[in-house]
């Protein structure tokens, strides 16, 4: 898992990518739309929507429409 107290995301995944290839999945902790767009950009399996309001969250699903799963904490 990479979220912002790592490092910003797309360096972060990317550097994973480069490391562990194609079969381990990346998981991506994010607070906002933007991190959630950015994570969706850079490829991130899945998206952990972290302390995400209900309109938010409901907001991120429609930005993802399916391209990674979502996890709502």
């Known amino acids: 898992m990479c979220g912002k107290k790592h490092a910003t995301i ?6 994973l990518k480069e490391k562990i290839g ?11 739309l933007d991190e959630v767009k950015e994570a969706l950009e850079v490829g991130a399996n899945v998206i952990m929507l972290d302390n995400m309001s209900c309109e938010t969250m409901k907001q991120a699903g429609e930005m993802t ?9």
Do not use: D
Request: positive net charge.
């Open 10 to 15: 797309t360096p972060a995944v990317k550097a």
């Open 65 to 73: 429409a399916g391209r990674a799963k979502l996890e709502a904490s």
């Open 22 to 32: 194609h079969t381990v999945k990346i998981e991506v902790e994010t607070r906002t």
